[in-house]
C-alpha cells in the first residue's frame, strides 16, 4: 500500500527537525555558558574567602582592592549569564525586573576599568613612593577609593532611571526585551551612556600608561628594589591587557547587531562565540592574573582549593609575614 506525502508535509517535517536540532544547541550552549560562569564565580568565592581569612590580607591595600575586583567580577559574571539566558530563550522581562538585573551587569561592567587605574595606582605609589606607601595607601583611603568607583560606575544608570521614573514611569511596568538600549527612553541617554564609557577608557588608558611608565622609571633607579618593581611593572602591563579586553566587551552589543544578519542557526553559534569570548573569559582571567601570581596569597588559595587548609609556607608581605 503506497502512502502519498506532500510537499507541505516533507516541509513541516524538515521544519520540526531544524527547531529540534536548534533547540538542543541552545541548550547545550546555556549549559556550557552557566557551568563555566558558575565555575568561575565559585574561584573568585573562594579566593575572595582566602582574602578575608587572614587579617594580613584585610589589613593591606592591595588585597582590599583584589578583593573588590572578585566582588564586582562574580556580579558581572552571574547578571550577563542571566542576561544571556534570557536573550537565548527570546523571554521579555517587566521593566523593572530588567532594571535590577541591569543595574548589577551594568555598574559591574563600568567598575572594572576604574578598578585597574585604582589597582595600578596603588602600585605606582608602592614602588615609586615606598616610604609613604604606608601612609597614602590606608584602609580608610582605600575604602573611600573603591567607594568612589562604585559611586561613579553606577552614575550614568542612576541618571537614566531617576529620568525615566520622572518622564515615563508608567514604562517600568511593560514587558521589554531586557537590553541597556531599550532602558532607554531618550536619545540623549544612549548618547551619554556611550559619552561615559568612552570618556572612563580614555582616563582609565592615561592613568595605567603613566604608571606604567613611572615604575619602569623607578625601576632603573638604585634604590628600588629590582623584582618589586618588575613585578608590579608586569602587573600594570596586564592591567593594560585587561582594560583591551574590557573594551571588546563593549563591542558585544555592536558585534550581535551584525551577526544578526546572519542566518538563524548560524547566528545562534555566533552569538554563544561572541558572549564566551567577549564576557565570560576576560571575567575569569582576574583570579589567574592576581590571584596565582601572588606568592603570598597563592599556596593558602591553593590549600583551600584542594580542601586541605592544613600549615602553609611563612611569605612575607613587604615588612610584614603571615601564614
Known sequence: MEVNVSSEEITFVHQQAFRWELNEALLIKVIVALSTSLLSVYVNSLMFFTLRSKPIFRETSRYILFA???????????GSTVLYSFALAYL?????????????????????????????????????FPLRHAEIATQSRTAIAIGAVWFLGSLNFVIDMFYTTVADPHSFTTPIFCTRERMCIAQWQIDMYQGFNGFFFVIVALILIYTYIGIMVAARSVSTNKDSAKKARNTVLLHLIQLGLCLTSFLYGLLERIMATAGAALFMHLRFLNFFTLIILPRC??????????????????????????KVKTVAIGHQTTF
Not at 98 to 110: F, P, R, W, Y
Request: glycine share 2%; charged share 15%.
Open 92 to 128: 521579555h522581562l517587566v521593566k523593572a525586573l530588567c532594571a535590577l538585573v541591569m543595574l548589577m551587569t551594568t555598574v559591574t561592567l563600568n567598575n572594572t576599568p576604574l578598578n585597574l587605574a585604582v589597582m595600578s595606582l596603588e602600585r605606582y605609589v608602592a614602588i615609586c
Open 68 to 78: 573588590n575586583m572578585l566582588f564586582n567580577d562574580s556580579l558581572n559574571l552571574m
Open 285 to 310: 582571567l582576574s583570579p589567574l592574573i592576581y590571584g596565582l601570581r601572588d606568592d603570598a596569597l597563592r599556596p593558602l588559595f591553593l590549600s583551600y582549593f584542594r580542601c586541605k587548609p592544613g
